[in-house]
């Protein structure tokens, strides 16, 4: 008797047009959904025992660090103060004095120092610079530059970044930048 009540239920859905799935129940009502015609897509249905995932937004993407030290016009003045620091810095000596390569500073050589500086500076933190000049094993070559001076040099840069109070996050991220040239440029252990 049960199997034939169902048999006639179905042939009478059947007859009558509608799926022979079940209708979701739309929340908050006990009625059935208007009916769907087969070029409409079906609305999603949710219910207590589904859980509802929401979109998020993607994490924000960190900035540069080029851009979170200032951009060029910040680096300008970073550089421009670093080379006068390192200039007068015995420890460092700029000119390399007594070594094959001692260089005698003119207007125009520390304003193409200072250019290459910020060029090399934008380029290695992400930012637009390209960098135009020679790699850092063929500029430092002869100048006998040892580990202590490479040392005081980047402690020159540590101070003007202290000047300008560069957050320590980006302090630490261009030094680290600055030492990884050390094997470029230390020609002579002392």
Partial sequence: MVTSTL???LVLSVSAGQCSRP????????APPPAVRYWQRPVPVVTP???????????????SLYERLGGEDAIKAVVDDFVGRAAGNPKVNFTRKGTPA???PTAEGIDHLKKMLVELVGAATGG??????????????????TQDE???LAGDLKAT???FKVPAKEQEELLKIVASTAPDIVEKKK
């Fill in 7 to 9: 048999a006639g239920f």
């Fill in 23 to 30: 209708a979701p129940v739309y929340p908050g009502t006990w």
């Fill in 49 to 63: 025992y589904m859980p509802v995932i929401e979109k998020k937004d993607a994490p924000a993407k960190e900035k």
């Fill in 102 to 104: 001692e260089w005698k």
């Fill in 128 to 145: 637009p610079q390209k960098y135009s000049g020679r790699g850092m094993k063929e500029v430092h070559k002869g100048m006998m530059i």
């Fill in 150 to 152: 490479f040392d005081a």
């Fill in 161 to 163: 970044l202290d000047k």
